[in-house]
C-alpha cells in the first residue's frame, strides 16, 4: 500500500508561479509512472503531465511550455512546477502513481487533492 501526501496549493495571480509536491510512502517494490491530475467542479478529471521511472514525460496541450514535471526516485517524490499561471489553471490538483507492492502487485494510488486557485 502507498499513501501519496500533497504539498499545499493556493492562491496565485495570472502569470505567477507555483510549485507542488508529492510524497509516497508506504511497503513498496517499485514506484512506475507518477503524474499530476486536475479536476474542475462539474467536470472530468483530467491528466496533466506524466513521468515515467526512466524519465520520460507527457503533457497536456493545455500546459505544454509552462509547466514542467519532474521526480526524485530517491525520495519517492513527484513536483510541478507551474509557471505562466492562467486562471483556467483554478483546478484542484491530485498526485497518482502507479506502484508495486512486494508481492509484484500493481495499484493506482492518488493523492488528497490541493487546490490552485489562479486569480487576482
Known amino acids: 500500500q502507498a499513501q501519496l501526501v500533497e504539498s499545499r496549493g493556493g492562491l496565485v495571480q495570472p502569470g505567477g508561479s507555483l510549485r507542488l509536491s508529492c510524497a509516497a510512502s508506504g511497503t513498496l517494490f517499485r514506484i512506475n509512472d507518477m503524474a499530476w491530475y486536475r479536476q474542475t467542479p462539474g467536470k472530468q478529471r483530467e491528466l496533466v503531465a506524466r513521468?515515467?521511472?526512466?524519465?520520460?514525460?507527457f503533457y497536456a496541450d493545455s500546459v505544454k511550455g509552462r509547466f514542467t514535471i519532474s521526480r526524485d526516485n530517491a525520495k519517492n517524490t513527484v513536483y510541478l512546477q507551474m509557471n505562466s499561471l492562467e486562471p483556467e489553471d483554478t483546478a484542484v490538483y491530485y498526485c497518482?502513481?502507479?506502484?508495486?507492492?512486494?508481492?509484484?502487485?500493481?495499484?493506482?494510488?492518488w493523492g488528497q487533492g490541493t487546490q490552485v486557485t489562479v486569480s487576482s
Open positions: 513521468i515515467w521511472i526512466g524519465g520520460n514525460t
Open positions: 497518482y502513481c502507479s506502484a508495486e507492492d512486494l508481492t509484484r502487485v500493481l495499484r493506482g494510488y
